[in-house]
Nanobody, 117 residues
């Protein structure tokens, strides 16, 4: 059984940076695509970024974060990352890690990111 644990959230000023981590237990991490979603208060959960598994990693980003956020992975550590730079107040949300699988996606519990002065 795979579980995902996010960390790295917190309070940051506009223009600042944070790096989120998502560590997976269990097997199969390296072959599965990993992603990040976020949900702001009163809004639906939205896609942020995705990185494919396997030998070659492809990256996909939401337009709202392109050029500011970078998704990466370290298969030796079973961990995916989301580097967030030039943060804006509108980036405030709970950020969720997801492992994309054929039968059922696996979600983490979420980590709060607050961008405020």
């Amino acid at each position: 059984q795979v579980t995902l644990v996010e960390s790295g959230g917190g309070l940051v000023q506009p223009g600042g940076s944070l790096r989120l981590s998502c560590t997976a237990s269990g097997s199969g991490f390296s072959i599965n695509s990993m992603g990040w979603y976020r949900q702001a208060p009163g809004k639906e959960r939205e896609f942020v970024a995705r990185i494919t598994g396997g030998a070659i990693n492809y990256h996909t980003y939401a337009d709202s974060v392109k050029g500011r956020f970078t998704i990466s992975r370290d298969n030796a550590k079973n961990t995916a990352y989301l580097q967030m730079n030039s943060l804006k107040p509108e980036d405030t949300a709970v950020y969720y890690c997801v492992m994309f699988r054929v039968l059922q996606n696996i979600w983490g519990q979420g980590t709060q990111v607050t961008v405020s002065s």
